[in-house]
């Protein structure tokens, strides 16, 4: 590390340690609550889904749903005349008894000093420490959260790409504790691993739909999948006007590449092709969502403010060192959290969607 860039690093631990009101940032401290809250908001912001969706601190590491609303109605009579007494039940409860687990994640990276040295001449060389950090948190919370399978004490990074033994993400929580929220081979999950089939053709552009051939497929389009999947939601959730559909980028290319392959070359087919490119993206009259690292051949049909993360507050632990000996700077940093459903009975997943003909 060359001499400048050792001051700036110097005064970046400095700052950090006097933010958190600690001796020294190269032991390991707890995040001050209010520097911790800035941190959560930050990664927040990092990400225009992650401000879409729910960040919910929570004391305890174990606990009641939080952010939970009701799922199920309200309205009854009890006949009390006839000796029936009035009996309220819990309407916010979930399959999963609607509680959180929050487990430590460990988000510990290393800087090598060649990359410090080339930001020295940066006046933000601290924000730029910091948001390279706080970017990818944020970018590791999405990929955990559509992928993540299990919480594993030791986890492989090399065998799981995806994060999948981090923690148990919402898609692995709603087959898990709601399969009959599932849909994976044309029917109500079961185990199954058969695809949905879905024509190429029968899409629809500006009210007109193309060549529909659905004999070897079990729907017409997407939107007809879509439809389908809405059933699946509770009766009472399937019109709200803030459901929105998650959609895999193969589905999406897959479904507009034909149309741009059908549409040909001439002035009126491109300009015909560019408002393919620029139609406003609904499946089943809801708004189509492509999300970072989500399965690219699932939808989720939901209101994004049902897909939580909680992070436990006070649990932020962090620890930054000079290691020479690798020529690099390390920080080893941790949380508590959880990835929540809130409510189970306002989503619907599909997986295992292919586009095409079925096999012969």
């Known amino acids: 590390m060359r001499n400048e860039t050792r001051l700036l690093f110097t005064s970046y631990v400095s700052q950090i340690a006097l933010l958190n009101a600690v001796p020294s940032a190269e032991v390991k401290f707890n995040v001050a609550p209010a520097v911790e809250q800035k941190l959560e908001e930050n990664i927040q912001e990092s990400s225009d889904f992650l401000q879409q969706i729910s960040m919910v601190p929570v004391p305890n590491q174990t606990g009641d749903k939080v952010g939970i609303g009701t799922t199920r109605p309200l309205a009854g009579r009890t006949n009390t005349a006839a000796g029936n007494r009035r009996t309220p039940t819990d309407p916010t409860g979930t399959s999963d008894n609607g509680t959180y687990t929050c487990r430590q994640t460990n988000f510990d990276h290393a800087i090598k000093y060649s990359r410090l040295d080339a ?138 590449l034909n149309l741009l392959q059908a549409a040909g070359d001439t002035a009126t087919e491109r300009e015909a092709a560019h408002r393919i490119l620029t139609l406003p993206k609904q499946l089943a009259g809801k708004r189509a969502v492509i999300v970072p690292f989500f399965p690219e051949s699932s939808l989720l049909i939901t209101s994004l403010d049902n897909l939580a993360i909680y992070w436990q507050e006070e649990t932020r632990r962090r620890q930054i060192k000079d290691e020479p000996a690798l020529d690099q700077i390390e920080n080893y940093e941790s949380v508590n959290e959880d990835y929540v459903v809130e409510d189970y009975g306002r989503c619907s997943f599909v997986e295992n969607i292919k586009m095409g003909k079925k096999p012969a």
């Open 119 to 256: 930001w020295r001449h940066k006046p933000n060389f601290q924000k730029l420490l910091r948001d390279a950090i706080l970017k990818q948190q944020g970018r590791d919370r999405i990929m955990i959260g559509f992928n993540g399978t299990s919480a594993a004490p030791q986890t492989d990074r090399a065998a799981n790409p995806l994060l999948q033994d981090v923690n148990e993400g919402w898609l692995h929580k709603i087959r898990t504790h709601a399969p009959e929220r599932c849909l994976d081979n044309g029917a109500l999950t079961e185990g199954g691993t058969k695809a949905i089939y879905v024509s190429a053709a029968g899409e629809v552009v500006d009210g007109d739909a193309t060549n529909v051939d659905t004999a070897d497929a079990d729907y017409a389009n997407l939107d007809a999948l879509a439809f389908d999947a809405l059933d699946l939601l509770d009766p009472w959730h399937r019109s709200d006007t803030d459901l929105v559909v998650i959609v895999g980028w193969k589905l999406v290319k897959d479904k507009y």
